[in-house]
């Protein structure tokens, strides 16, 4: 067990539609980290948060977005949903928020299913 | 910008073989981490090097920074059904690119 909580686990839903993941970091972790695995692609880095504040984008489209809350727990929102957006969004915290990430905890995903 | 390429993309081995995964980058970088991902489960860190030209062993596995900062593979000796799974390098560099992950390698062991 990472520490990081993710919901809801799996999640079904149809095109056009909009969801809201859930992560809770690990107990004193300030930053979190999104990221999106598709089938047989690797983790693409989405966006980071270090104490409610974004501090570093990648490649995350402009239908998505994240916040991170006063009591650290974080939101990915993705709007105007396609089916290429159906993958694994994992939630990671770490300690650090700056000069080096350190190690990354993943909490075990979010399968989105989009039909 | 910044490629990174990790090799290979996927290895079927007999359980007891070892194993060599690598990757290479066209930036330099001050930290590699090394992840494995288990079937269904979220990437968990295996191991962590912080200086060029560092070997470190972990039980069975063993990473090496490469002197030119570019570089990093990671060893697995006498494989166990247990290894299977999808290896991650992450390179740390700072800023955005410092969130970067390799493909992946997916190692499969027959039994």
């Known amino acids: 067990d990472s520490g990081v909580t993710q919901t809801p686990k799996h999640l079904i839903t149809a095109t056009g539609q909009r969801v809201t993941l859930r992560c809770s970091p690990r107990s004193g972790d300030l930053s979190v980290y999104w990221y999106q695995q598709s089938l047989d692609q690797g983790l693409q880095f989405l966006i980071q948060y270090y104490n409610g504040e974004e501090r570093a984008k990648g490649n995350i489209l402009e239908r998505f977005s994240a916040q991170q809350f006063p009591d650290l727990h974080s939101e990915l929102n993705l709007s105007s949903l396609e089916l290429g957006d159906s993958a694994l969004y994992f939630c990671a915290s770490s ?18 299913t989009v039909l | 910008g910044q490629q990174l390429n990790q090799s290979p993309q996927s290895m079927f081995i007999q359980e007891g073989e070892d194993v060599s995964m690598n990757c290479t980058s066209s930036s330099i970088f001050n930290t590699w981490l090394w992840y494995k991902q288990d079937p269904g489960e979220g990437p968990v860190l295996l191991i962590a090097l912080y ?18 900062r570019k570089d990093s593979f990671l060893n697995i000796s006498a494989s166990i059904p247990s290894d299977v799974g999808i290896y991650f390098c992450a390179p740390d560099g700072g800023g955005a690119q ?11 062991i027959n039994p």
Not at chain 1, 95 to 112: D, N
Not at chain 2, 53 to 66: D, H, I, M, P, Y
């Open chain 2, 51 to 68: 200086k060029a030209g560092e070997l470190t062993s972990n039980g069975r596995l063993t990473a090496q920074f490469g002197i030119t």
């Open chain 1, 95 to 112: 300690r650090s928020g700056s000069e080096t990430t350190g190690e990354l905890f993943f909490g075990e995903g979010s399968r989105l």
């Open chain 2, 98 to 108: 410092k969130l970067v992950f390799g493909q992946g390698t997916r190692l499969t």
